[in-house]
């Protein structure tokens, strides 16, 4: 398995919608990483937390212990 850090942002509802409005899982982590994650880690880094590898037990702890979008 690959190690991935995590970086967590504030998102405004716009951009929530945004997101959701992606078909494809490829485009939305396209968009993510191109669009969202280029303006935050640029220009507003008070909105972002960088949480190393932490984001994995984080994700499951407030999810239901799996892996997926939904949570």
Known sequence: MMSCLGVHF???ESE???LL???DEQDRLDHIQEVIEEDY?????EL????????DA??????????SFAG
């Open 58 to 67: 984080i994700h499951r702890a407030l999810g239901d212990g799996e892996m």
């Open 10 to 12: 504030a998102l405004t």
């Open 48 to 55: 972002c937390a960088e949480s190393d590898k932490a984001w």
């Open 16 to 18: 929530v919608q945004a």
């Open 21 to 23: 409005e992606f078909e």
């Open 41 to 45: 880690l640029s220009n507003q880094r």
